[in-house]
């Protein structure tokens, strides 16, 4: 399924799509990290090492660097509310007084009879 047919998807309360574990993604996302982080960090080691000067695609790779670091701090910023308005959704939390207050960034919609997302 292409991303631009998400928002044409509704789901079931009796059978919401299985998601990946908060776990899981949380693992796959910090293996992501140390492996970006051992990458950029070879690269600066060869260029210390060589005695290169720096030039302005050492300042592109330090700056993609930094960019992919808060975008992974965001990221897991944002995981809590999306699992938690998840699990009011699939029905294993109930509703907290913060739902719809959290679920404004992504568009969680909840209804009686049946549940959808939307994602932008």
């Known amino acids: 399924m ?9 789901w079931e309360k009796t059978k919401l799509p299985d998601t990946m574990s908060r776990n899981h993604l ?3 996302n910090t293996t992501m990290l140390a492996l970006t982080s ?3 960090l070879a690269r ?8 290169k000067k720096f030039e302005l695609q050492d300042f592109f790779c330090c700056l993609s660097y930094i960019c992919y670091i808060a975008m992974v701090v965001m990221y897991f910023y ?3 509310p999306l699992y938690r308005a998840e ?6 939390i ?5 739902l719809r207050k959290s679920s404004s960034s992504w568009s969680l919609t909840v209804g009686t009879s049946v549940d959808s997302i939307t994602i932008f």
């Not at 292409?2 to 509704?10: F, G, H, M």
């Not at 699990?87 to 294993?92: F, L, M, S, T």
Request: a negative charge; proline letters at 5%; charged letters at 30%.
């Open 2 to 10: 292409a991303s631009n047919e998400l928002s044409d998807v509704t």
């Open 44 to 51: 600066v080691a060869t260029r210390i090492y060589k005695q």
């Open 94 to 98: 109930k509703p907290y007084p913060d």
């Open 78 to 80: 944002e995981n809590e």
């Open 87 to 92: 699990g009011v959704q699939r029905g294993e």
């Open 38 to 40: 051992a990458v950029f």
């Open 26 to 28: 949380e693992s796959v």
